[in-house]
């Protein structure tokens, strides 16, 4: 036993490393994300923006987004550096009021998953269905039918999700493939080594900006 961090109140569902394991990820039978500094081992912040309790968590491979997703039908995506929610997927059209979000209903998320390229992220959720998102729309770019699902994670390529169910059986699928462009792999070169904070000092145009802190 190395160290024990004591923050949450209730069961911790799931934990995620950042991909220069700086920093650790929780999260548990609260709407609260926390995030840990793993050299001092002390809390950096609390994310607050969920309606239920939040079940899993992952970062993307440059460590620049954090995907969380809740019992409140969605995932959001987070900055973990300054605590800005980039992103919302929907799981449950109309979203559902904070006090409906935070009751029972069939759209419960419970997985979520960076792809290795970082432009995609698959959810798992209690409508029976597996989505492929694509970080920069609204809408999945791929659904397909899925019962029972747990728990879920991509190959070392990307080409395949395998997903775990509550029945005991692992399914796969073929991943929606996509060759990354050029301004994509160099904005994840630059994530890898520099948080937002830092980014926002460079001596780059506004739009260059909004793109390498993913918010066009």
């Known amino acids: 036993m190395m160290k024990v961090l004591q923050e949450h109140q209730n069961w911790v569902y799931s934990c995620a490393f950042s991909p220069d394991s700086s920093m650790l990820c929780s999260v548990g039978a609260s709407e609260t994300v926390f995030l840990w500094n793993m ?32 019992y409140d039908t969605r995932v959001y995506v987070w900055d973990p550096h300054n605590g800005d929610i980039l992103m919302e997927f929907g799981h449950l059209f109309p ?12 759209r ?6 960076f792809s290795h390229d970082g432009l995609h992220v698959a959810s798992l959720a209690d409508d029976k269905m597996v ?10 770019v791929q659904v397909a039918p899925f019962s029972n699902g747990l ?3 991509f190959s070392t390529d ?5 997903a775990g169910t ?13 060759v990354p462009s050029l301004q994509h792999l160099c904005c994840m070169s630059i994530r890898r080594v520099m948080p937002i904070q830092e980014v926002q000092k460079l001596p780059v145009p506004s739009k260059v900006l909004e793109f390498l802190s993913y918010r066009v």
């Open 39 to 70: 050299d001092t081992y002390t809390m950096i912040r609390r994310l607050e923006g969920h309606h239920h309790d939040v079940v899993a968590c992952d970062f993307s491979p440059d460590g620049a987004l954090l995907a969380t997703t809740s």
């Open 95 to 106: 979203l559902p009021t904070p006090i409906f979000a935070g009751g029972a209903n069939d």
């Open 166 to 178: 509550h029945d005991g059986s692992v399914y796969f699928w073929a991943t929606p493939r996509q």
């Open 151 to 153: 728990c879920c994670a």
């Open 158 to 162: 990307g080409s395949v999700l395998a």
């Open 108 to 113: 419960w998320v419970r997985a979520v998953s």
């Open 131 to 140: 989505r492929f998102w694509r970080i920069d729309e609204d809408c999945p």
